[in-house]
């Protein structure tokens, strides 16, 4: 709704036009931004490298605007597998 109020006025003129920018504006295809969700699904596999892992993660990590480090790190050792043994040593 905010996206059609905001439409300047006499801007579309056919319904086909109104049916083209709704689909680009809302399309699929476009690329989201990455939240501290996204980094929240990133879970080490069990069959998994450490290098993998970090690497997924970091890839992803870069992408969050405004995340604190700590919160990132956080996460990063919350989603390692629970008998990972680097894990126990990340707080050393």
Not at 31 to 47: A, Q, R, Y
Not at 50 to 55: C, D, F, I, T
Request: aromatic share 10%; with cysteine; proline share 1%.
């Amino acid at each position: 709704m905010t996206w059609l109020k905001g439409l300047q006025d006499n801007s579309i003129d056919s319904w086909g036009e109104l049916c083209s920018e709704f689909i680009s504006h809302f399309t699929t295809r476009r690329k989201c931004p990455k939240t501290m969700g996204t980094l929240n699904d990133i879970v080490e596999d069990k069959k998994e490298t450490m290098r993998k892992y970090v690497e997924r993660f970091t890839r992803a990590g870069v992408e969050v605007q405004g995340a604190h480090d700590g919160l990132k790190c956080f996460i990063f050792e919350s989603n390692l597998c629970d008998d990972c043994k680097f894990k126990g040593k990340l707080g050393l």
